[in-house]
Each structure stands twice: as structure tokens, then as C-alpha cells.
């Protein structure tokens, strides 16, 4: 693949295989030329987990201090009291006989769904649908739960849903380059933490093997994790 000047501008100011500190790798991507738009800040954590293994696919979610900088499109799929509920915390869209049938006609713009337990069996029908695009209700992100409120407002604030892939990373925005230096290393620190602390009792050895931070155009920066600790 072929990078613009800017990119390769960049990548010229890194020192080839050098791991920096969190504070000197924000410095440097504050630095970076910046794009016509306000590039999103990634961090790509490689684990030492096999996620074949029930027990070591590393998932969850983490509520970001300073938010993700998106405005987060919220549907709860409910019907009853809750709706109210939800409405009342702030969710885009609420409802059930109305959104049904659009998803199932595959309409998806919406950033996260909300669900209540009693609604899982008519959206479980829909996982084709959701399922790849990483909509589908699940209750150990905190998406299906009697809670709505709660969830609304912890979606609204930058709650963000990390999971490793196959190749053992979790990749997890964490911030906008319009943040201060300060707020993305909050972030940045709240999931590292929530990574170490949901490591799984089985890993051997060092759990973090490398951790990489970059903005959307971006070189990618290696981080020495021992400086997030």
C-alpha cells in the first residue's frame, strides 16, 4: 500500500523499533501533520491469549473518562415501562413494533442497541442481520439488561466494546486528535487497566506482548506498556 507524504513524513520522525513511553508517543502523535478531519486515536493491544479457548476470549467493555468524541447513536428495543425509562436517559431511538421489522429489512444506522431480556427472542431472529455488524444485544457487554437507563447513559458517556480477534488483539478506539494529550492518556489508561484486570487465570507468562497507539492517517507508535502500569 502506498502513503501519502504526510504519512511518510511521520513514520520518518519514529525510531525503528523503539518502544516509547505513553507521554512521549502522545507528544509524537500530537505532533504528526494532522488531516482535514478529526482523525480517531486506536490502540491495538496484542495478548498472549488463544481465543479458541473459551476461557481466554478476552471481551468486554469500559467506560472511557473522556468519551470517544462520537456522538453515539443509541436504539432501546423494549416495550412497556421501560420505554419511558430509556427515553428518559437519553436514547436516539426506543421502541419495538417499529424498529423489528426495519431491521429485519436491513436498516442498521444506529451505533449501539440496547435490549431488555424479554425482547432477545424476537432480535435473536435478526442476528444475521446484527450479528457482523457488531449490533447484536449481548449480556456480557452490559446491552441486554432490565437496566436501560443505566446503559443509555454509560453508552452516551464513551463506553466502548472491546473483544480480541483471532489473532489476539483488541483494537479499541480511544479518543479523537482534538483531545488534549491528557484526556486521551485517561482513556488510554482506563482500558489497559480493564484489560489487565479481566486477564484470564489460565495466561502464562506476559499477558501484554506489545501495544501499538495511532490516529486514523497516521504511522503507528509502539508503546512500552510497562508505562501505563
Given at each position: ?6 504519512y ?5 520522525a519514529?525510531v ?13 502523535v ?7 478531519f ?16 473459551a ?8 467506560v ?6 462520537r456522538?453515539v ?5 423494549t416495550?412497556g415501562?421501560?420505554e419511558?425509562e430509556?427515553t428518559?436517559a437519553g ?7 417499529e ?6 429489512d436491513?436498516w ?45 447513559k454509560?453508552?452516551?458517556?464513551g463506553?466502548?466494546e ?11 478506539p ?16 482506563s ?8 486477564k484470564?487465570?489460565?495466561i502464562?507468562?506476559p ?6 497507539l ?16
Amino acid at each position: 500500500m502506498k502513503h501519502g507524504k504526510n504519512y511518510r513524513n511521520s513514520k520518518e520522525a519514529l525510531v525503528h523499533d523503539k518502544e516509547y513511553s505513553l507521554e512521549d508517543a502522545l507528544i509524537l502523535v500530537e505532533g504528526f501533520n494532522k488531516a482535514k478531519f478529526d482523525e480517531t486515536v486506536d490502540v491495538a493491544v496484542r495478548l498472549n491469549v488463544n481465543p479458541r479457548h473459551a476461557d481466554q476470549n478476552v471481551r468486554g467493555t469500559v467506560v472511557l473518562p473522556n468519551g470517544t468524541g462520537r456522538d453515539v447513536r443509541v436504539l432501546v428495543i423494549t416495550r412497556g415501562p421501560k420505554e419511558q425509562e430509556a427515553t428518559d436517559a437519553g436514547a436516539d431511538m426506543v421502541g419495538a413494533d417499529e424498529y423489528l421489522p426495519k431491521i429485519k429489512d436491513g436498516w442498521t444506522d444506529v451505533d449501539v442497541i440496547i435490549a431488555t431480556p424479554d425482547m432477545m427472542g424476537e432480535l435473536g431472529r435478526l442476528g444475521r442481520i446484527l450479528g457482523p455488524r457488531g449490533l447484536m444485544p449481548n449480556p456480557k457487554v452490559g446491552t441486554v439488561t432490565m437496566d436501560v437507563a443505566k446503559a443509555v447513559k454509560e453508552a452516551k458517556a464513551g463506553r466502548v466494546e472491546y473483544r480480541v480477534d483471532k489473532s489476539g488483539i483488541v483494537h479499541c478506539p480511544v479518543g479523537k486528535r482534538s483531545f488534549t494529550k491528557e484526556a486521551l492518556g485517561e482513556n488510554i489508561q482506563s482500558l489497559f487497566k480493564e484489560l489487565v484486570r479481566v486477564k484470564p487465570s489460565t495466561i502464562k507468562g506476559p499477558y501484554v506482548k506489545s501495544l501499538f497507539l495511532s490516529a486514523t492517517m497516521t504511522p503507528a507508535i509502539r508503546v512500552d506498556s510497562a508505562s501505563l502500569s
